[in-house]
């Protein structure tokens, strides 16, 4: 039975909260299947209060495929996105509602940017460690005083809820989600699959390439030219050896 | 006049390669407004054979609000993006001839990941250096000899065709011709607001958050606690001194 997953959205959201740590889940459970490590590891869903076209706050408009009332029984980790949009969410009483008493269903919750004002209207975050968009924790933290915010976190993890930093940050919240599901080997192609961004930590040796033809199952980020030896989920970034040719 | 930006889309595309550069371009026009350097620079559409929604390989489907043979006129920016989806586009006579028909229109032409292949096969890389995704630079240089691929960068600009790496590459690929368009702080802006992929290559004084209060010109990542001191379009990323609390 894969981990059902679900994305909440709303008006305005940033489409980049939502796309990036959905490509991260699909991608892993792609890796997953083709490295026999699992063979249905998430079932990636996207709820808005009505199916359909979702508007975001400067990107594309993106297609929710159900809706939050059609959502039944448990659910492995629920994600909340942020954007524009989340300031006026947080006094959408359906909305805010439906999250307060679908959360105990819920294996784990997630937000995304300022997604996190959503839980925190839903009390999910009472009392709780949380993060957000740099531009947002002071809001956060004057808006909800029960929220613990920490604004020098790429993520953060309390219990069974993590919140990230602003925007990309929710890919590597997500990837760190994968890695405590389907290990550190899985988590790393995946960004090695989403490359660059994927990069690499370690050094990189010459024989790097011909090194990781021997040895099949060695993970590799050839854009970087280089082996990658540990997963950068506790960093956004690392250095990559790539540069622009020009 | 805005600069128009224009994605061509086709079944399968990588919803990241689309959603991940259309946020760098519609960000930057937001930034640019702003802070006074520019009323309206850039009008962003995503064009596709039919207007309506688009397959993505592993993403949600996303709304194209144009069909190509809609498009008529001058065009800035037209950025091929890439995916799964790519090698049977090579084969869509009808999209391919498009490409070769339009690029003589277009001021500047791009594309992201496997978006090369289209370009390849429209002859718009014929004698230019170019990559794309490193898990296809072999095939790409092997399917369209006359394509000088480079694996290494992580974006290649060749007069006016740019050329991206895999993927979150685009991202970088799109800062670029932010900064190109402009300037670098419109683009260390932009890069800030999807933080923390923005973040910093500058040391980390103590004093940051302060001296950036008493300076609003300063840009600042405050995910990295830091200010930024240099563009890193040059690499994927570089160090985020934020990092996971658990």
């Known amino acids: 039975v894969p981990r ?15 796309v990036g740590p959905h490509e991260v889940f699909t991608a892993a459970a792609e890796v997953a299947r083709r490295t026999g490590v699992e063979h249905d590891a998430y079932a990636v869903s996207i709820a808005a209060a009505e199916a359909g076209p979702v508007r975001t706050s400067r990107g594309p408009a993106i ?14 980790t629920l994600v909340v996105v942020g954007g524009e949009g989340a300031h006026d969410a947080v006094h959408d009483a359906r909305l805010v509602d439906w999250i307060r008493r679908t959360a105990p269903r819920c294996r784990r919750i997630a937000s995304v940017c300022t997604g996190s004002f959503l839980l925190a209207a839903a009390g999910v975050l009472d009392g709780r460690r949380a993060t957000t968009h740099w531009a947002s924790c002071d809001r956060l933290a004057s808006q909800f005083p029960r929220v613990r915010v920490e604004s020098d976190p790429i993520f953060v993890e309390d219990g069974d809820v993590w919140t990230s930093a602003g925007v990309t940050a929710g890919m590597d919240l997500a990837l760190a989600l994968v890695e405590a599901d389907l290990g550190r080997e899985v988590a790393l192609v995946t960004r090695a699959t989403l490359c660059c961004s994927s990069s690499v930590r370690a050094g990189r040796p010459s024989s790097v390439r011909s090194s990781a033809r021997s040895s099949p199952n060695a993970i590799r980020c050839a854009s970087c030219s ?21």
Chains 1, 2 share one sequence.
Do not use: E, K, N, Q
Request: hydrophobic share 40%.
């Open 4 to 18: 059902r997953v679900v994305f909440v959205t709303y008006p305005r959201i940033t489409a980049l909260d939502l």
């Open 226 to 246: 280089a082996r990658s030896r540990s997963i950068p989920t506790a960093t956004t970034a690392s250095s990559c050896s790539r540069s622009a040719s020009r």
């Open 63 to 76: 297609v929710a495929d159900r809706s939050l009332s059609s959502l039944r029984g448990a659910i492995d």
